[in-house]
């Protein structure tokens, strides 16, 4: 049975080389076996996180004028509100039972000193990542965080009402996708219904554990690594319990690269297989995706 890791970022953070070797090991391969893990002592205060959940569940509970007043319009901006049903990640099932807001750092700025704070934590945190990625691939050890270093990332509060009809057929909470860019910082309520697609395509439960924070790889990441990181399909199920009574609640952060980076298979990616795809610009991959992903809706 596979199960997602639960990795101490301690070790890493306040270790010796030792220590910081194991933690390296440990993020590799739970990139390269499911492309999920759970990492604890990430460095994000439990206050900031209930504080930005607190923030999502006003903005959510806001009449459906007010939100719309800041619709998400296209993608090359990609913040905005995305009302019910309007974003379909699976673009061949009926739209997802969930609304959501997009920000990036400048609509952080405006909006309250808790988000920008929380987008600046979790850009740190991701940087940390990506340090023990470049060190696990034997690069530089800034060599992914100088490509990302424009924060071109997008911080994306999720809310998934109760369910008043029953769902059209085949439709979730989230449809079965990859996310589109590096790396993905993932913050859940414990209402569940998150799963991963494991390697064997099994489909297994990805719960809330408490002063975790889930992260996961993406699609840009895959293809630099050339499949060596997996960008796993996951999806958000509609509960059949009780459950479906409740809101769900969760905050995502979309790490992505500059636009302008050239993701090329890397070098060191290259032992087992050659190049597995051609080099594509980060920021025309993200465009392609969420015109697949807006496009029909």
Not at 134 to 154: C, G, M, V, W
Not at 173 to 202: K, P
Request: proline share 6%; net charge negative.
């Amino acid at each position: 049975m596979v199960t997602i890791p639960v990795i101490d970022l301690t070790a890493f953070t306040n270790g010796n080389t030792i220590t910081r070797q194991t933690v390296i090991k440990q993020i590799y391969q739970a990139c390269h076996e499911i492309g999920f893990m759970y990492l604890q002592n990430s460095g994000i205060s439990k206050d900031l996180i209930s504080q930005v959940f607190t923030h999502s569940k006003f903005f959510f509970n806001l009449p459906l004028e007010v939100k719309q007043k800041q619709a998400w319009s296209d993608e090359f901006s990609n913040t905005g509100y995305v009302g019910f049903e309007r974003e379909r990640v699976d673009p061949n099932k009926p739209g997802d039972l969930k609304e959501a807001l997009n920000l990036g750092k400048q609509e952080a700025v405006e909006i309250d000193a808790s988000i920008l704070t929380f987008y600046d934590s979790c850009t740190e945190l991701a940087n940390t990542v990506l340090q023990t990625f470049a060190l696990a691939l034997s690069l530089p050890e800034d060599f992914f965080i100088t490509r990302h270093n424009q924060q071109h990332h997008t911080l994306r509060s999720l809310h998934y009402p109760p369910l008043q009809t029953p769902p059209k057929p085949g439709q979730l909470r989230a449809g079965e996708h990859s996310d589109y860019g590096s790396i993905t910082l993932l913050f859940q309520d414990d209402v569940g219904g998150l799963e991963v697609q494991t390697t064997s395509g099994e489909w297994i439960a990805a719960p809330a554990i408490p002063d975790t924070v889930v992260v996961n790889t993406g699609d840009l990441m895959q293809r630099w690594t050339n499949h060596l990181f997996s960008s796993t399909k996951h999806r958000v199920m509609i509960p059949s319990d009780n459950r479906l009574k409740q809101s769900r609640y969760s905050i995502a952060f979309f790490c992505h690269p500059n636009d302008d980076t050239e993701i090329a298979c890397l070098e060191s990616c290259q032992k087992e297989q050659s190049p597995i795809y051609p080099p594509i610009l980060a920021g025309e991959y993200l465009l392609q995706r969420l015109q697949a992903t807006y496009g029909n809706s």
